[in-house]
Antibody, heavy 119, light 108 residues
Framework: EVQLVESGGGLVKPGGSLRLSCAAS????????MNWVRQAPGKGLEWVSS????????YYADSVKGRFTISRDNAKNSLYLQMNSLRAEDTAVYYC????????????WGQGTLVTVSS | SYVLTQPPSVSVAPGQTARITCGGN??????VHWYQQKPGQAPVLVVY???DRPSGIPERFSGSNSGNTATLTISRVEAGDEADYYC???????????FGGGTKLTVL
């Protein structure tokens, strides 16, 4: 069974940093692209970042480029999102999601981790 | 950047057919994917590549895509179909995934 479990969310002050993790199991992690998608309270889905299976291709939404860094450790079956210079508008539930490639849809999603940016 | 436009809400009676649209410039040239999200839950992929269904998704869910509009059609709507629905494409000109704003389906 495919499982994606996010962790690392919490309350952080504006300008602060946070690192999210996503632990994957039930599939060959190194064969799949991975994505981060967020959802602000009461709002729609917003794509954040994608990384190819070997980390050769990495893409970011304009709203986070230069502040967030996506990475993965295939030996640990883990996906990460380093978030720096956080703003109030980054407050959201952050989902990790699996894709076959960076251009294909996300067929499995984790349950999400809440990030709250507030003073 | 590429924009996908969805109606904020669609209402339908049980047993009827719901159609949710997703508008975008020449969207017919792209592969469109649809997600269902129920309150407090993660999204679930219900249609991919315009009209294909993942395993486990009922045949009542179907999709089409032509010109400037893609459509998710839900036949014989049930109370359990009440949810938010999002369309998504890959925009190759910007190397961005793009989501529509979402449509809340209400079953009357």
């Amino acid at each position: 069974e495919v499982q994606l479990v996010e962790s690392g969310g919490g309350l952080v002050k504006p300008g602060g940093s946070l690192r999210l993790s996503c632990a994957a199991s039930g599939f060959t992690f190194s064969s799949y692209s991975m994505n981060w998608v967020r959802q602000a309270p009461g709002k729609g889905l917003e794509w954040v970042s994608s990384i190819s299976s070997s980390s050769s291709y990495i893409y970011y939404a304009d709203s986070v480029k230069g502040r967030f860094t996506i990475s993965r450790d295939n030996a640990k079956n883990s996906l990460y999102l380093q978030m720096n210079s956080l703003r109030a508008e980054d407050t959201a539930v952050y989902y990790c999601a699996r894709g076959t490639t960076v251009v294909t849809p996300a067929d499995y999603w984790g349950q999400g981790t809440l990030v709250t940016v507030s003073s | 950047s590429y924009v996908l436009t969805q109606p904020p809400s669609v209402s339908v009676a049980p047993g009827q057919t719901a159609r949710i649209t997703c508008g975008g410039n020449n969207i017919g040239s792209k592969s469109v994917h649809w997600y269902q999200q129920k309150p407090g839950q993660a999204p679930v992929l219900v249609v991919y590549d315009d009209s294909d269904r993942p395993s486990g998704i009922p045949e009542r869910f179907s999709g089409s895509n032509s010109g400037n509009t893609a459509t998710l059609t839900i036949s014989r709507v049930e109370a359990g179909d009440e949810a938010d629905y999002y369309c998504q494409v890959w925009d190759s000109s910007s190397d961005h995934q793009v989501f529509g704003g979402g449509t809340k389906l209400t079953v009357l």
